[in-house]
């Protein structure tokens, strides 16, 4: 594979798994089953554990700990040898191992565009659709304010 074409597939599949964190677990579920997996093994089962998240004070100050969060994380082996690999925070199990199917498959050229086309993007188009919809609600609550300058001195 050439280095633009390997590129172009890491980069979908962040995107991928970035709709994948972001979306429900059920929903997650629901597409998938609409899709025909192919056979794979957990490498890995699902297991929740912690993470030290760090910051910054103003973005560019010096970092340090702000504290713990709890993720769950799996990793799966397609038959054809494709490994993928799932994240998410919370004690999700479930999702973890169907974002790491999906992972997977995003690497198999056999299923990366059924995985695509039938779970990644309505999944992003309901994301999106639900961030439209917050931006109206919000955007109907919004207060213009201005200043008045007196005439004095």
Not at 81 to 108: H, N, P, W
């Amino acid at each position: 594979m050439t280095t633009t074409t390997e590129n172009a597939r890491q980069a979908q599949r962040k995107l991928a798994m970035a709709v994948l964190a972001h979306s429900d677990s059920a929903e997650i579920s629901g597409r998938l089953d609409a899709v025909a997996l192919p056979a794979h093994e957990n490498l890995r089962e699902p297991e929740n554990g912690l993470v030290m998240v760090r910051g910054r004070i103003g973005g560019d100050g010096a970092p340090f700990n702000l504290g713990e969060a709890t993720v769950s994380r799996a990793a799966v082996r397609l038959s054809t040898g494709e490994v993928g690999f799932g994240y998410t925070l919370g004690r999700d199990r479930q999702k973890a191992r169907m974002i790491a199917l999906c992972d997977a498959m995003l690497q198999s050229d056999q299923f990366a565009g059924v995985v695509e086309s039938g779970v990644i993007a309505p999944l992003r188009a309901a994301i999106a659709a639900n961030r439209k919809r917050q931006a109206a609600e919000t955007a109907a609550t919004r207060v213009d304010f201005y200043t008045l300058v007196r005439g004095e001195g």
